[in-house]
């Protein structure tokens, strides 16, 4: 009797390294805007978050990207009254973006992403052991 469920490790490893890849991306975007002051709308950039969810498609399960979520904390604020985003007052509204949450978050990801090649080649090492056996 064959297993259905054959590749079952493998798909629930390559969708954990979709869904942390996908995250590691948007903390890259994070980064890379926690300066802007501007982001089209009159308004800085708005850090946001991908939230990650169990995949239900079948019995093993995996991860899959949720939702994308917007950071709603509060803007920061700078005092440089000669910056020409600079309110009445002197103020500058900043992005939301912390950048050391932003290499934590950076960090967990990348684990995950690496623990997820690890099964994967685990997984490889003992199909080849029992291609091995058979020979």
């Known amino acids: 009797m064959a297993d259905e469920n054959m590749f079952g490790p493998i798909d629930v490893?390559?969708?954990?390294?979709?869904?942390?890849?996908?995250?590691?991306?948007?903390?890259?975007k994070n980064i890379a805007n926690a300066r802007?002051?501007?982001?089209?709308?009159?308004?800085?950039?708005?850090?946001?978050?991908?939230?990650?969810k169990q995949r239900v498609d079948d019995e093993l399960g995996g991860v899959e990207v949720d939702k994308v979520v917007p950071d709603r904390?509060?803007?920061?604020?700078?005092?440089?009254?000669?910056?020409p985003y600079a309110d009445g007052n002197g103020y500058v509204r900043m992005?939301?973006?912390?950048?050391?949450?932003?290499?934590?978050?950076?960090?967990i990801a990348t684990r995950a992403y690496q623990a997820n090649v690890a099964v994967l080649r685990r997984y490889q090492q003992m199909v080849d052991s029992t291609l091995e056996l058979l020979r």
Do not use: C, W
């Open 95 to 107: 992005p939301n973006v912390s950048i050391p949450k932003e290499m934590i978050n950076l960090t």
């Open 73 to 83: 904390s509060p803007f920061s604020q700078i005092y440089d009254p000669n910056h």
């Open 36 to 52: 802007t002051v501007d982001a089209g709308n009159g308004l800085p950039y708005r850090r946001v978050e991908l939230l990650l």
């Open 13 to 28: 490893s390559v969708s954990g390294m979709d869904a942390f890849s996908q995250s590691m991306g948007q903390i890259y």
